[in-house]
Protein backbone atom coordinates (compact mmCIF):
# COMPACT_ATOMS: atom_id res chain seq x y z
CA UNK A 1 0.00 0.00 0.00
CA UNK A 2 1.89 3.22 -1.13
CA UNK A 3 1.90 5.63 1.93
CA UNK A 4 1.62 9.52 1.44
CA UNK A 5 3.62 11.05 -1.44
CA UNK A 6 5.21 14.56 -1.32
CA UNK A 7 6.63 15.86 -4.37
CA UNK A 8 8.83 17.37 -4.86
CA UNK A 9 11.33 16.27 -1.91
CA UNK A 10 13.43 19.49 -2.56
CA UNK A 11 13.25 22.82 -3.59
CA UNK A 12 15.65 26.07 -3.81
CA UNK A 13 13.54 29.52 -4.06
CA UNK A 14 14.31 32.86 -4.46
CA UNK A 15 12.89 35.84 -2.27
CA UNK A 16 9.67 36.82 -3.60
CA UNK A 17 8.64 34.03 -5.46
CA UNK A 18 6.04 31.69 -5.03
CA UNK A 19 5.83 27.89 -4.34
CA UNK A 20 3.57 24.75 -5.21
CA UNK A 21 4.22 22.04 -3.02
CA UNK A 22 1.97 18.32 -3.76
CA UNK A 23 0.67 15.99 -1.59
CA UNK A 24 -0.83 12.26 -2.41
CA UNK A 25 -2.74 10.93 0.31
CA UNK A 26 -2.63 7.05 0.88
CA UNK A 27 -5.56 5.53 -1.02
CA UNK A 28 -9.02 5.95 0.31
CA UNK A 29 -7.81 8.88 2.58
CA UNK A 30 -9.92 12.08 2.33
CA UNK A 31 -8.64 14.17 4.91
CA UNK A 32 -5.59 16.25 4.49
CA UNK A 33 -3.28 18.43 6.55
CA UNK A 34 -0.14 20.23 5.89
CA UNK A 35 2.67 20.73 8.73
CA UNK A 36 5.70 23.15 8.80
CA UNK A 37 7.91 22.09 10.47
CA UNK A 38 11.46 24.26 11.54
CA UNK A 39 14.65 24.41 14.05
CA UNK A 40 13.32 27.39 15.38
CA UNK A 41 9.68 26.97 15.91
CA UNK A 42 9.28 22.64 15.70
CA UNK A 43 5.72 21.86 13.94
CA UNK A 44 3.27 23.86 13.61
CA UNK A 45 -0.28 23.45 12.29
CA UNK A 46 -0.79 24.96 8.59
CA UNK A 47 -4.45 23.68 7.61
CA UNK A 48 -6.03 20.80 6.98
CA UNK A 49 -8.73 19.91 3.94
CA UNK A 50 -11.42 17.35 3.94
CA UNK A 51 -13.22 16.09 0.43
CA UNK A 52 -12.03 19.19 -1.05
CA UNK A 53 -12.75 21.46 2.06
CA UNK A 54 -11.13 23.67 4.09
CA UNK A 55 -12.30 22.81 7.45
CA UNK A 56 -9.25 24.08 9.85
CA UNK A 57 -6.36 26.11 9.97
CA UNK A 58 -3.48 27.31 11.72
CA UNK A 59 -1.91 30.80 12.37
CA UNK A 60 -0.10 31.32 9.50
CA UNK A 61 -0.20 34.47 7.16
CA UNK A 62 -2.90 34.55 4.02
CA UNK A 63 0.45 33.98 2.00
CA UNK A 64 0.05 30.43 2.95
CA UNK A 65 -2.74 28.74 1.06
CA UNK A 66 -3.84 25.32 0.41
CA UNK A 67 -6.17 23.48 -2.07
CA UNK A 68 -8.25 19.70 -2.27
CA UNK A 69 -8.72 17.93 -5.16
CA UNK A 70 -12.03 16.10 -5.72
CA UNK A 71 -9.46 13.14 -5.64
CA UNK A 72 -7.84 13.93 -2.27
CA UNK A 73 -4.71 15.06 -3.85
CA UNK A 74 -3.59 18.35 -2.41
CA UNK A 75 -1.64 20.93 -2.83
CA UNK A 76 -0.46 24.13 -0.66
CA UNK A 77 1.00 27.50 -2.33
CA UNK A 78 3.26 29.96 -0.68
CA UNK A 79 3.38 33.36 -2.42
CA UNK A 80 5.63 36.63 -2.10
CA UNK A 81 8.99 34.12 -0.48
CA UNK A 82 10.22 34.88 2.59
CA UNK A 83 13.88 33.50 4.04
CA UNK A 84 11.37 32.32 7.37
CA UNK A 85 9.99 30.32 4.90
CA UNK A 86 12.65 27.88 4.56
CA UNK A 87 11.67 24.87 6.03
CA UNK A 88 10.44 21.02 5.89
CA UNK A 89 6.73 20.96 4.81
CA UNK A 90 5.09 18.08 5.42
CA UNK A 91 1.52 16.69 4.62
CA UNK A 92 -0.08 13.80 6.61
CA UNK A 93 -3.41 12.41 5.40
CA UNK A 94 -6.46 10.25 7.26
CA UNK A 95 -9.29 8.49 6.33
CA UNK A 96 -12.08 10.83 8.24
CA UNK A 97 -9.41 13.10 10.04
CA UNK A 98 -9.92 11.96 13.59
CA UNK A 99 -7.21 13.35 15.25
CA UNK A 100 -4.88 9.73 15.82
CA UNK A 101 -5.08 8.80 12.76
CA UNK A 102 -2.75 10.77 10.41
CA UNK A 103 0.49 9.15 8.11
CA UNK A 104 2.97 11.81 7.96
CA UNK A 105 4.82 12.01 4.36
CA UNK A 106 8.50 12.54 4.20
CA UNK A 107 7.87 16.03 3.68
CA UNK A 108 9.23 18.52 0.86
CA UNK A 109 12.00 20.41 1.93
CA UNK A 110 12.20 24.11 0.68
CA UNK A 111 15.26 26.57 0.76
CA UNK A 112 14.63 30.33 0.71
CA UNK A 113 17.59 32.05 -1.01
CA UNK B 1 15.54 39.55 14.53
CA UNK B 2 17.06 36.26 14.68
CA UNK B 3 15.57 33.34 15.72
CA UNK B 4 16.36 30.90 18.19
CA UNK B 5 16.47 27.58 17.51
CA UNK B 6 14.97 25.09 19.69
CA UNK B 7 17.23 23.16 21.89
CA UNK B 8 15.55 19.91 21.94
CA UNK B 9 16.27 17.56 25.40
CA UNK B 10 18.21 14.77 24.58
CA UNK B 11 18.37 11.68 25.90
CA UNK B 12 20.89 8.91 25.93
CA UNK B 13 20.95 5.45 26.75
CA UNK B 14 22.55 1.79 26.00
CA UNK B 15 21.22 -0.73 24.21
CA UNK B 16 18.75 -3.12 26.03
CA UNK B 17 17.84 -0.06 28.77
CA UNK B 18 14.48 1.24 29.37
CA UNK B 19 13.96 4.90 27.81
CA UNK B 20 11.09 7.13 28.90
CA UNK B 21 10.78 10.18 27.45
CA UNK B 22 8.48 12.31 29.09
CA UNK B 23 5.90 15.43 27.58
CA UNK B 24 4.01 18.24 29.25
CA UNK B 25 1.17 19.20 27.34
CA UNK B 26 -0.78 22.27 27.19
CA UNK B 27 -4.54 21.81 26.49
CA UNK B 28 -6.70 20.24 29.07
CA UNK B 29 -9.74 19.79 26.61
CA UNK B 30 -7.44 17.73 24.12
CA UNK B 31 -8.69 14.66 23.82
CA UNK B 32 -5.93 12.09 21.68
CA UNK B 33 -2.04 11.75 22.35
CA UNK B 34 -0.12 10.51 19.88
CA UNK B 35 3.75 9.75 20.34
CA UNK B 36 5.67 10.32 17.08
CA UNK B 37 9.00 8.97 15.66
CA UNK B 38 11.08 10.88 13.87
CA UNK B 39 14.10 9.49 11.82
CA UNK B 40 16.48 11.94 9.84
CA UNK B 41 14.93 12.54 6.49
CA UNK B 42 11.69 11.28 7.02
CA UNK B 43 8.45 12.43 7.83
CA UNK B 44 7.22 11.62 11.85
CA UNK B 45 5.66 7.84 12.29
CA UNK B 46 3.27 6.91 14.26
CA UNK B 47 4.02 4.57 17.40
CA UNK B 48 1.18 4.56 19.63
CA UNK B 49 -1.63 7.06 21.41
CA UNK B 50 -3.88 7.54 24.03
CA UNK B 51 -7.52 8.89 24.62
CA UNK B 52 -7.64 11.37 27.11
CA UNK B 53 -10.49 8.74 29.18
CA UNK B 54 -7.43 6.32 29.59
CA UNK B 55 -4.36 6.41 31.84
CA UNK B 56 -1.95 3.45 30.67
CA UNK B 57 -1.75 2.17 27.09
CA UNK B 58 0.27 -0.47 25.76
CA UNK B 59 2.22 -1.70 22.04
CA UNK B 60 5.18 -3.59 21.50
CA UNK B 61 7.72 -2.23 23.36
CA UNK B 62 6.03 0.91 24.08
CA UNK B 63 4.10 2.03 26.70
CA UNK B 64 2.29 5.35 27.16
CA UNK B 65 1.14 6.69 30.73
CA UNK B 66 -0.90 9.71 30.61
CA UNK B 67 -1.50 12.04 34.02
CA UNK B 68 -4.12 14.23 33.37
CA UNK B 69 -3.70 15.47 36.50
CA UNK B 70 -0.36 17.10 35.51
CA UNK B 71 -0.74 17.57 32.11
CA UNK B 72 1.94 15.16 31.96
CA UNK B 73 2.55 12.23 29.17
CA UNK B 74 5.32 9.55 28.91
CA UNK B 75 6.24 7.42 26.29
CA UNK B 76 8.55 4.34 28.28
CA UNK B 77 10.75 1.95 25.18
CA UNK B 78 11.25 -1.46 26.66
CA UNK B 79 14.69 -2.81 25.84
CA UNK B 80 15.76 0.33 23.26
CA UNK B 81 17.71 -0.76 20.02
CA UNK B 82 20.25 1.44 17.91
CA UNK B 83 16.94 1.54 15.66
CA UNK B 84 15.09 3.48 18.18
CA UNK B 85 17.38 6.34 17.95
CA UNK B 86 15.55 9.53 16.77
CA UNK B 87 13.47 12.62 17.67
CA UNK B 88 10.53 11.55 19.46
CA UNK B 89 7.52 13.71 19.58
CA UNK B 90 4.26 14.06 21.58
CA UNK B 91 0.93 16.10 20.20
CA UNK B 92 -2.30 16.46 20.84
CA UNK B 93 -5.47 16.75 19.38
CA UNK B 94 -9.08 18.22 21.06
CA UNK B 95 -11.29 15.71 19.53
CA UNK B 96 -14.42 16.93 18.02
CA UNK B 97 -13.66 20.00 15.40
CA UNK B 98 -10.71 20.31 15.82
CA UNK B 99 -9.69 18.07 12.43
CA UNK B 100 -6.35 17.37 11.29
CA UNK B 101 -4.95 19.85 14.13
CA UNK B 102 -2.28 18.43 16.13
CA UNK B 103 0.13 20.24 18.36
CA UNK B 104 3.74 19.48 18.62
CA UNK B 105 5.90 19.30 21.76
CA UNK B 106 9.45 20.35 20.55
CA UNK B 107 10.81 16.70 20.72
CA UNK B 108 13.13 14.76 22.34
CA UNK B 109 16.53 13.25 20.96
CA UNK B 110 17.57 10.10 21.68
CA UNK B 111 20.43 7.92 21.23
CA UNK B 112 20.91 4.58 21.68
CA UNK B 113 24.52 3.73 21.93
CA UNK B 114 25.76 0.16 21.34
Known amino acids: KAGVTQTPRYLIKTRGQQVTLSCSPISGHRSVSWYQQTPGQGLQFLFE???????NKGNFPGRFSGRQFSNSRSEMNVSTLELGDSALYLC????????????FGSGTRLTVV | GESVGLHLPTLSVQEGDNSIINCAYSNSASDYFIWYKQESGKGPQFIIDIRSNMDKRQGQRVTVLLNKTVKHLSLQIAATQPGDSAVYFC?????????????FGQGTILTVHP
Open chain 1, 49 to 55: YFSETQR
Open chain 2, 91 to 103: AENAGGTSYGKLT
Open chain 1, 92 to 103: ASSLVGQGNSYT
